[in-house]
């Protein structure tokens, strides 16, 4: 099964890029690399979704090297509603429609 | 456009009682449903996905159970709740494509407390 490792936490200041790594080392070849944000008490909610090297949206960029094998996240100048936790993941190495959250990345932004 | 609903927002329930929850999901057909866990500050626990009515895969083996009458509602169930069974239900649903990496779109949730 693909797992995905993430950063437990990270620490950042309003009016910074904020750059969150994922490593996928088992992605397989048709798997896409999605990310999702999570407020506290809601459900996680889309946020950008790429193949291979670079897919930027109106909220966020994401940088995938020619490897695969990990993918980074970057929030260009974060407010503090930005504070929140950041899911990385893939698809199931054995296809069909099963997914995998990892434990996500905690994002603290400060004032 | 589409939309999600689970209900109810909130539970209290002792253990050892049963346990139904719904969630339906409305201006999509034949959507892939999925039943997520989640602990308190922790990551997301797949629980049980339908590609279809009637079709139900389970992840994880536990004293719940899941089940798709209609093609857009999905219920999550229990005979008996056991203490871990606290914790915030999430149903989400994706569209019909064939990558398990389709985009899924998540309810509001369900907070249950088993006391």
């Known amino acids: 099964l693909a797992k995905t490792t993430q950063p437990i936490s990270m620490d950042s200041y309003e009016g910074q890029e904020v750059n969150i790594t994922c490593s996928h080392n088992?992605?397989?070849?048709?798997?896409?690399i999605t990310w999702y944000q999570q407020f506290p008490s809601q459900g996680p909610r889309f946020i950008i979704q790429g193949y291979k090297t670079k897919v930027t949206n109106e909220v966020a960029s994401l940088f995938i090297p020619a490897d695969r094998k990990s993918s980074t996240l970057s929030l260009p100048r974060v407010s503090l509603s930005d504070t929140a936790v950041y899911y990385c993941?893939?698809?199931?190495?054995?296809?069909?429609?099963?997914?995998?959250f990892g434990a996500g990345t905690r994002l603290f932004v400060k004032a | 456009s589409q939309t999600i609903h689970q209900w109810p927002a909130t539970l209290v329930q002792p253990v050892g009682s049963p346990l139904s929850l719904e969630c339906t999901v409305e201006?999509?057909?034949?959507?892939?449903l999925y039943w997520y866990r989640q602990a308190a500050g922790r990551g997301l626990q797949l629980l049980f996905y339908?590609?279809?009515?009637?079709?139900i895969s389970s992840e994880v083996p536990q004293n719940l159970s899941a089940s798709r009458p209609q093609d857009r509602q999905f219920i999550l169930s229990s005979k008996k709740l056991l203490l871990s069974d606290s914790g915030f239900y999430l149903c989400?649903?994706?569209?019909?494509?064939?990558?398990?990496?389709?985009?899924?779109?998540f309810g509001p949730g369900t907070r249950l407390t088993v006391l």
């Open positions: 339908s590609v279809g009515i009637g079709q």
């Open positions: 088992n992605i397989a070849t048709n798997d896409y």
């Open positions: 993941l893939v698809g199931d190495n054995d296809g069909g429609f099963k997914t995998i």
């Open positions: 201006g999509t057909s034949n959507p892939n």
């Open positions: 989400a649903w994706s569209g019909t494509g064939a990558s398990s990496t389709d985009t899924q779109y």
